[in-house]
């Protein structure tokens, strides 16, 4: 059986509150917080757990990723 895991929380990143590129969208911002975070898109409206990386643009709009998609900013 598995072990339960809170959904929502904080992880700790190296590049929190730095400069990051998220590839996937090429744009660049702050790294705010990586998060656990329960989200819908399974059959049957069942949720899963995924990990999410905010990121706030210079603009002041904020998006989310996954973390692996961040890098430091050039």
């Known amino acids: 059986m598995d072990t339960p895991v809170d959904p929502y929380c904080e ?3 190296a590049l929190l509150s ?3 590129t998220d ?3 090429g ?3 702050i790294l705010t917080a990586v998060v656990r975070e329960a989200v819908a ?3 049957g409206g069942q949720r899963r757990v995924v990990k999410l990386a905010w990121i706030r643009g210079d603009n002041g709009i904020e998006w989310t990723t996954s ?3 961040i890098v430091a900013a050039a």
């Open 11 to 13: 992880l700790e990143h």
């Open 18 to 20: 730095q400069r990051v």
């Open 23 to 25: 590839i996937a969208s």
């Open 27 to 29: 744009q660049s911002g």
């Open 41 to 43: 898109g399974r059959p």
């Open 67 to 69: 973390p692996d998609n």
